[in-house]
């Protein structure tokens, strides 16, 4: 009995100390969003630099965001998540059952982590998405960045150029959090768009912790 006892004990000690590990993050910092706390939901065991967000099999069209992160002095940013998720090329954001009830939901399935090289670059192979259906909302990536150990916080979207939605009164509501997210879209050789977005670590981000 004295052993039964010591082995639930034991057992429950580990649950409680995964419980507490999962429940661990990095602070959000520069004011509420929308699933602020989603980055934490379902990240994998390992993180690549360059990694995929919408499976090959994903209609749509073809697209590479790429880019680097740099600190405020200009620096390669090594080991930083940038946590990406958008809707599907008909605009809207495919459920993804695994998080009913929870932040993670409402981003959809097609979502997923990149941790920036030695050089600091990251670089995520995806579509296009879609603007949200009866709207004028233009086309666009939520970006999210992670400081590994010191806080995490949502930067401005990639948003493109050559959107037809993409009016002044969308221009003006830019904040420039991370540094600009307005992107060229260039079409390569094999029909894939390609965008570079470049991040500023802590750039206008309100709040966030001095060095």
């Known amino acids: 009995m004295q052993k039964w006892v010591a082995g639930m004990a034991v057992g ?80 809207v954001y495919p459920p993804d059952g695994r998080f009913r009830g929870r932040s993670a939901f409402h981003h959809g399935r097609l979502r997923a982590w990149a941790r920036t090289d030695a050089a600091g670059r990251y670089r995520f192979a995806t579509i296009r998405p879609g603007g949200y259906p009866g709207s004028d909302e233009p086309e666009h990536i939520h970006l999210h960045v992670i400081e590994p150990g010191r806080c995490t916080y949502y930067i401005d979207d990639v948003q493109f150029e050559d959107d037809a939605r993409l009016t002044a009164r969308h221009r003006q509501r830019l904040e420039g959090r991370g540094g600009s997210g307005l992107t060229s879209p260039q079409k390569d050789g094999t029909g894939t768009w390609r965008v570079t977005r470049d991040i500023v670590l802590g750039q206008s981000i309100p709040g966030y912790p001095a060095n």
């Open 12 to 91: 429950l000690g580990l649950v409680l100390a995964a419980v507490v590990a999962q429940s661990r993050h990095e602070p959000i910092v520069g004011g509420p969003c929308e699933g602020c706390d989603a980055v934490f939901q379902g990240q994998p065991q390992e993180f690549g630099s360059s990694v995929r967000i919408a499976p090959a099999t994903e209609p749509g069209e073809p697209l590479v965001l790429e880019g680097v992160v740099r600190d405020s002095r200009g620096r390669p940013a090594p080991g930083i998540l940038v946590y990406a998720y958008h809707t599907d090329a008909t605009g």
